[in-house]
């Protein structure tokens, strides 16, 4: 595949996001306070050592949507609380935890053949339960003006996996 042209490369929907938020932080992006973990115990010292804090869980990897005997999932990102895992496993497959951070508004940058656009995305309903995933729900999409500092370090980032063509949320 090196050798021909293309919009993309194959298996790069399989990347892991752990090395992706080291690569990040590596020109330097700051992430927020991220674990590890594939344990109920380790999730209730996190929570109760920054209690003022929230948290979302998300997957290590990008996985599509999926039917389990008819019925259709999504793993959508969401909010973590004390109460809301305490049904879980005592061990589970390992899960990225991050500190949760507010903003007013999400940015969602398409890179193309070393071309960026941009586009701000703006909660069009409150939040359902514990998902903070924007593609929860209806929102407002409007351009956004990627700075210039922000391009030289997307462009770092995507120099290191050999990118031409990715999104990625900031």
Same mark, same amino acid.
């Given at each position: 595949?090196?050798?021909?042209?293309? #919009?993309? %490369?194959?298996?790069?929907? +399989?990347? @892991?996001?752990? !090395?992706?938020?080291?690569?990040? *932080?590596?020109?330097?992006?700051?992430?927020?306070?991220?674990?590890?973990?594939?344990?109920?115990?380790?999730?209730?010292?996190?929570?109760?050592?920054?209690?003022?804090?929230?948290?979302?869980?998300?997957?290590?990897?990008?996985?599509?949507?999926?039917?389990?005997?008819?019925?259709?999932?999504?793993?959508?990102?969401?909010? #973590?609380? %004390?109460?809301?895992?305490? +049904?879980? @496993?005592?061990? !589970?497959?390992?899960?990225?935890? *991050?500190?949760?951070?507010?903003?007013?508004?999400?940015?969602?940058?398409?890179?193309?053949?070393?071309?960026?656009?941009?586009?701000?995305?703006?909660?069009?309903?409150?939040?359902?339960?514990?998902?903070?995933?924007?593609?929860?729900?209806?929102?407002?999409?409007?351009?956004?003006?990627?700075?210039?500092?922000?391009?030289?370090?997307?462009?770092?980032?995507?120099?290191?996996?050999?990118?031409?063509?990715?999104?990625?949320?900031?």
């Amino acid at each position: 595949f090196q050798s021909k042209k293309t #919009i993309g %490369l194959p298996g790069v929907g +399989d990347l @892991n996001k752990l !090395f992706m938020l080291k690569d990040a *932080q590596s020109v330097e992006f700051k992430i927020p306070d991220t674990y590890l973990t594939n344990n109920k115990t380790e999730i209730k010292n996190i929570l109760e050592e920054y209690p003022k804090d929230e948290f979302i869980i998300k997957p290590i990897y990008n996985i599509n949507s999926y039917v389990v005997d008819d019925t259709f999932f999504t793993p959508y990102t969401r909010k #973590i609380s %004390l109460a809301s895992f305490k +049904d879980f @496993n005592d061990t !589970f497959h390992s899960t990225l935890i *991050q500190k949760k951070v507010d903003v007013v508004f999400e940015v969602r940058i398409f890179y193309f053949d070393e071309k960026f656009y941009g586009m701000a995305i703006f909660p069009g309903q409150k939040e359902e339960g514990n998902i903070v995933d924007f593609r929860a729900g209806s929102n407002r999409r409007v351009p956004f003006k990627i700075p210039d500092g922000i391009k030289t370090k997307l462009n770092k980032l995507f120099e290191l996996y050999e990118f031409n063509y990715c999104s990625v949320d900031l």
